[in-house]
């Protein structure tokens, strides 16, 4: 991988406002990777591909990180930079809505990263169960969306993200095949593993 690029495209996307993943939060995410170098990787939002790059450092030989985009322009964007970070032989990239491109995937995981559209996370949930092999983990980005998920706030334009977001955490909470934790870094960390 080519890190000079890699912390160029970080600068772009910041200057840019896309939501890439905060820097603590990476930090979890990759101390468990290194710890488990995972062969197969899902991830749901990949903007410009930054956090996807950084996973790739993780694989196992030969592994691969699926990830999905619905914006055709970040889409493009993301393979612009997998290829500046040298990192393309890694990396598929599924242009579309998660919605419809999750119930057509048939592999197994290791790892699903979770980081798109707030208000989908049930369903993201129920699809990487689908797929997710034993003693894999699923982590989930944004889960305490800048505190509103803790508080009592519900009168907002996000409350159909919040609702879905502790509907998430309560599916996690009480599924006995998970062990989950809720990290309070960054913008709200869940991390379940599969037992
Ligand atoms: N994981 C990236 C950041 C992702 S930001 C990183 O850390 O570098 C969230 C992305 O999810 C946005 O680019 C948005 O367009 C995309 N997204 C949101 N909802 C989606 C959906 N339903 N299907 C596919 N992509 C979606
Ligand atoms: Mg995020």
Redesign the pocket.
Known sequence: MNTTELEKIKQK?LEEH????MDET?EVIEKYLSKNRPNRIL????????????FTEFLAPGGIID?????KE?VEEAKINIKLAEVEDMVNIYE??????LPTLNNKYDVV?I???KG?YPF?LKEALRMINKEGIIFA?NILYKGYVMSDYNKHKQRTAVRNLREYIKEVSENPNLQTEILEVGDGLAVSKVE
């Open positions: 996307a896309i939501p890439i993943i990476l991830e749901i939002g990949t903007a410009v591909g930054y956090s996807a790059i950084c990830t999905i985009e619905r914006e970040r579309g809505d998660a919605i419809d491109i990263f980081d798109a559209a989908k993201f980005d």
